[in-house]
């Protein structure tokens, strides 16, 4: 999980670093990271997938 955290995946909308994905504020700047560039967000965005996913294969499975 550690490595993930590490993992820079999104630019400053104000100053252009590099900022990772568990952080609020931008290291440089300290601008206020836009909610959508947040760990929370993305989990609620890839849970449907996920769901439909695991629904997938167990349909097949049944098959």
Same mark, same amino acid.
């Given at each position: 999980?550690?490595?993930?955290?590490?993992?820079?995946?999104?630019?400053?909308?104000?100053?252009?670093?590099?900022?990772?994905?568990?952080?609020?504020?931008?290291?440089?700047?300290?601008?206020?990271?836009?909610?959508?560039? !947040? &760990? $929370?967000?993305? /989990? @609620? +965005?890839?849970?449907?997938?996920?769901?439909? !996913? &695991? $629904?997938?294969? /167990? @349909? +097949?499975?049944?098959?």
């Amino acid at each position: 999980m550690s490595s993930l955290i590490q993992l820079r995946m999104f630019r400053c909308h104000e100053c252009g670093h590099k900022m990772r994905l568990s952080g609020e504020a931008c290291g440089r700047c300290h601008a206020i990271k836009p909610r959508y560039q !947040g &760990v $929370i967000y993305r /989990l @609620v +965005l890839l849970t449907p997938v996920i769901l439909v !996913g &695991v $629904i997938g294969i /167990l @349909v +097949l499975s049944l098959v």
